[in-house]
């Protein structure tokens, strides 16, 4: 019973870190990582080899295999880790671009299928389907492995390595890095129009996760001293992927929880079943439990046990949840405080200059999808410190437009340039991070994150807001991040939202939501802000009050480009305008000068 | 050469069978936005159900195929209407379809093994003789599954291009809301494609399993693999794609089987599906969607 106790301590201890990597890649980067088994497969493979002899001197040859360098501890078990971390490497090129996340997550499962297949018939590398087997033991020439002291103090040591793993997880996903990296899970199109480079974040994060897998592979193959393919088939990710949705996506305590409850009590209550007389029922029925554990947990509860608890950051106790109510209720967002906001100050705006250069420029600037050009060679000019309108029937192509010159959408042809540089292939999150930040048409809040989450995670610069920096902890970036939220705070005042800081943000009214997300956009402190129709479905009182402060960042040295459909509001508040129609600048000028045009007249009857 | 042809002979009838399979898969991800797991496991069940009614119902194989048939229809319409549609009416994200596919594809196969177990089942049915041509060598039986392919995809392309079904199917592939808005009854249609994939996928399940000649209850647990390649390779949702791409993929491995080593006739596949993920994620001649 002891030596069963010290077991189950062990195989605890492994499926926990397993689990706490797998949320942290997939509860809180968003990375379906189905391939994780393979980063654990690595690390057992990797420490049973370091730590064995060479296969032909060892236990007479039977068993063939790579290496064999006859490692002293705890060099295996390093090796194991750095092992998970490098195979995470070639897989950064199915979640580093915008690949939808769940033709990434089948390209993984898939390649654990076949690295699996692969081991099994290729004897020379892991000895094939047989497996490695005699896998010595950590220390075991200085105590007796079979001993019972042996085996709590391996067990031991396991737990200590999960309660690391479990404090080196917190202190990343807790940093400002962490916001990031739930800001491009909740949406990721978004993130990378603020600045945040998905490539890096995702690496880090898969990295992080294959190290820790290694590692639990590791303990695991010293405790068991044998590894086979047997053991790491495509679906043991499932029940990985099933303990942290049961558990809590997002929760580490919840993964932890996942781990204790699926992968090791199955396996456990199983044990204490009765002999049947049909051997293979009992797994076949552990299987379809496991299935309609991760059904019926998504449907009734999709946030786990321990669901994602809520960041306050406002220090203030008791939370407003917005009350949902109808779209009237924008019209009593009272924007009263906004006027005595010192936008200079608050978006270290540069001082207003009077000439109006062009900062942002496009020439020839053609877009085709599947044949269909949408956009096809407009040349136009963002002169600075100016509130330029974008106009068009729907369809003429200016969404289109400005995704690409912010960077969402690559152009077929044309140039983009910017301060006088060209910028026409820098990738969208560098020309955020360069000053070029927009917003989008469609809702774009960063649902699970707080309102006030949503504001800060925008700021650049900040020094918790990348992998090494979150790993030198809150003292590292503690101060700062006090000084952001408090800017972003100011700022809420301003809107008149200070109230719902620490609700989330994905339940706020839609006039609330534009409101949060120019906010958003504002602290990311753009020189050139292009915004894409920032007042549909707002109340029309509303429209103004945003338009009068668009008017007064223009006047504190902004420049701004707005894509609208309200006739109204460009006549208020725009000055240049530009018409595109069906994918063409068909004119620009005043909105006087426009109104004289008969061409601009009638696409507008006509479109 | 020889090999190859006879290779090539393998290649084709593996072609026939992922092109059933594949077209319905894609249809499926096509109109719904679903990648179904869970596929793999209703071919399987649908495959047994033809077994019971060949062996316990003492039904030709060739008849009993249709309740594999009906069977695929059924199980499919029931997974997407009780299943998919309603975690999709919540706005999730793909991702969580997916692994709810997973879900559904363990419950499937696995409730299969608990029920059959772990033994091998083969159906009662004759190879006939077997034909040599080109260099080729087949059976008559995987010739009338040839058959069968050539004429089931024939029906598929009189569906899709000439009813008023197939042009609603494809409308709504495009552009579901703008199909919706035009008139066309989208949850109608959606159920009819799953219906007529399932019917598919429980062919494609049977005709699977009487090639292979001997088969278990986690047979097609790793077919999803070549699935995946034959449809990224022609176009997420593109049943011509598909067609082609299980062309590709079949006579692909097959021939570097004879070539290679049979242990590692999937790495291709596998090396495929990865290229076109990484390079060409819609395909060959596939759609890239607007904004």
């Known amino acids: 019973m002891a030596f069963y106790i010290a077991t189950i301590i062990v195989y605890g201890a492994v499926d926990s870190m397993a689990c706490l990597a797998l949320n942290a890649e997939f509860g809180f980067a968003g990375l379906s990582n189905f391939g994780f088994i393979i980063f654990q497969a690595v690390g057992a493979y990797v420490a049973a080899i370091l730590s064995m002899g060479g296969w032909k001197t060892s236990n007479a040859g039977f068993q063939q295999y790579v290496l064999g360098w006859h490692l002293p501890f705890p060099l295996p078990w390093i090796g194991a880790a750095l092992a998970g971390g490098l195979l995470a490497l070639p897989f950064v090129f199915l979640v580093g671009k915008r690949l939808r996340g769940d033709f990434a997550a089948v390209g993984l499962l898939v390649s654990a299928v076949l690295l699996n297949q692969l081991v099994t018939n290729f004897v020379p590398l892991f000895n094939g389907a047989a497996g490695i087997s005699l896998v010595p033991a950590p220390f075991q020439g200085f105590f007796n492995p079979q001993g019972l002291q042996y085996q709590f103090a391996y067990g031991g040591v396991a737990v200590v390595l999960c309660v690391l793993v479990y404090f080196l997880l917190r202190r990343m996903t807790e940093s400002p890095y962490g916001r990031s990296l739930r800001a491009m899970r909740d949406n990721d199109i978004v993130a990378d129009a603020l600045g945040k480079n998905l490539r890096v974040q995702r690496t880090s994060m898969m990295v992080l996760g294959g190290m820790i897998a290694g590692l639990s592979g590791a303990v695991l193959v010293g405790f068991i001293n044998l590894w086979s393919p047997g053991a790491w088939g495509y679906a043991e990710t499932i029940v990985l992927f099933a303990a942290v949705i049961v558990g809590g996506a997002g929760n580490h305590k919840g993964a932890v929880l996942g781990a204790i409850l699926v992968p090791l009590g199955f396996e456990e209550i199983t044990r204490f079943l009765p002999p049947l007389s049909n051997p293979a029922l009992v797994p076949a029925l552990e299987w379809v439990a496991i299935g309609l554990l991760i059904i019926l947990f998504l449907w009734f509860r999709p946030n786990g046990i321990l669901p994602e608890r809520r960041r306050i950051l406002s220090g203030v106790i008791g939370v407003i949840e917005p009350v949902p109510t109808g779209d009237d209720s924008d019209a009593l967002i009272n924007l009263g405080k906004i006027d005595q906001m010192d936008f200079r100050s608050l978006l270290n705006l540069e001082t207003a200059s009077t000439s109006h250069d062009v900062i942002l420029l496009s020439e020839n600037l053609t877009r085709a999808f599947n044949g269909v050009t949408v956009v096809a060679d407009v040349s136009i000019e963002i002169q600075r410190g100016r509130l330029t309108g974008i106009i068009g029937p729907n369809g003429a192509g200016k969404s289109t437009t400005l995704a690409m010159l912010a960077g969402t959408l690559a152009p077929t042809s044309g140039r983009i340039m910017y301060e006088g540089r060209d910028i026409t292939s820098m990738p969208s999150h560098e020309r955020a991070r360069a000053g070029i930040i927009r917003t989008f048409q469609l809702a774009s809040e960063f649902k699970r994150l707080t309102v006030l989450e949503n504001l800060v995670s925008a700021i650049p610069r900040q020094q918790g807001d990348t992998f090494w920096g979150a790993a030198r902890g809150r003292r590292f970036w503690g101060q700062e991040d006090k000084v952001n939220i408090e800017r972003a705070q100011e700022m809420l005042e301003g809107f008149g939202l200070s109230q719902y800081a620490d609700s989330y943000a994905g339940g706020l009214s839609g006039g609330q939501r534009r409101l949060v997300e120019i906010m958003r956009a504002l602290l990311a402190e753009p020189k050139v802000l292009l915004l894409d129709e920032p007042m549909a479905g707002v109340h029309p009182s509303l429209a103004h009050k945003i338009g009068d402060q668009l008017t007064r960042l223009v006047d504190s040295g902004m420049t701004i480009a707005m894509v609208e459909h309200e006739l109204a509001i460009m006549d208020a508040f725009c000055d240049p305008v530009i018409v595109l129609a069906e994918g063409r600048v068909l004119a620009q000028g005043t909105m006087a000068e426009l109104r004289a045009n008969e061409e601009v007249v009638e696409a507008y009857l006509v479109g | ?291």
């Open chain 2, 1 to 291: 050469m020889s090999v190859f042809l006879s290779s090539l002979g393998f290649g084709l009838i593996t072609a026939a069978v992922l092109a059933i399979a594949t077209v319905g898969f894609t249809l499926q991800f096509a109109v719904t936005n679903v990648l179904n797991l869970a596929y793999g496991s209703v071919m399987i069940n649908s495959a047994f159900v033809t077994y019971y009614l060949n062996i316990h119902a003492h039904l030709n194989a060739w008849v009993a195929l249709i309740g594999g048939v009906v069977t695929g229809a059924i199980v499919s319409y029931l997974i997407n209407r009780f299943i998919f549609t309603p975690f999709q009416r919540r706005q999730l994200p793909p991702i969580t379809i997916v692994i709810v596919a997973l879900g559904v594809d363990l419950c499937g196969t696995f409730g299969l093994q608990a029920i059959v177990g772990g033994s091998y089942f083969s159906y009662k049915q004759s190879f006939g003789r077997e034909w040599h041509f080109l260099g080729m060598y087949l059976s008559t039986l995987q010739l009338t599954i040839i058959a069968i392919a050539v004429v089931v995809l024939g029906l598929i392309h009189w569906l899709l291009k000439y009813t008023k079904l197939g042009k609603a199917m494809r409308a709504t592939s495009a552009n579901m809301n703008l199909a919706r808005n035009s008139g066309v009854r989208t949850q109608w249609v959606i159920s009819t494609t799953w219906i007529i994939s399932g019917g598919l996928c429980g062919l494609a399940g049977t005709v699977f399993a009487m090639d292979t000649g001997v088969f278990v209850a986690t047979s097609a647990q790793l077919y999803i693999v070549l699935l995946l390649a034959a449809m990224f390779l022609g176009g997420p949702g593109e049943p011509y794609g598909a067609m082609l791409g299980a062309l590709t993929i079949g006579v692909a491995t097959e021939v570097s089987a004879a070539f290679i080593n049979p242990e590692y006739k999937e790495v291709i596949a596998f090396l495929v599906l990865l290229g076109m993920l990484t390079f060409r994620p819609y395909g060959i001649f596939g759609k890239e969607k607007t904004l």
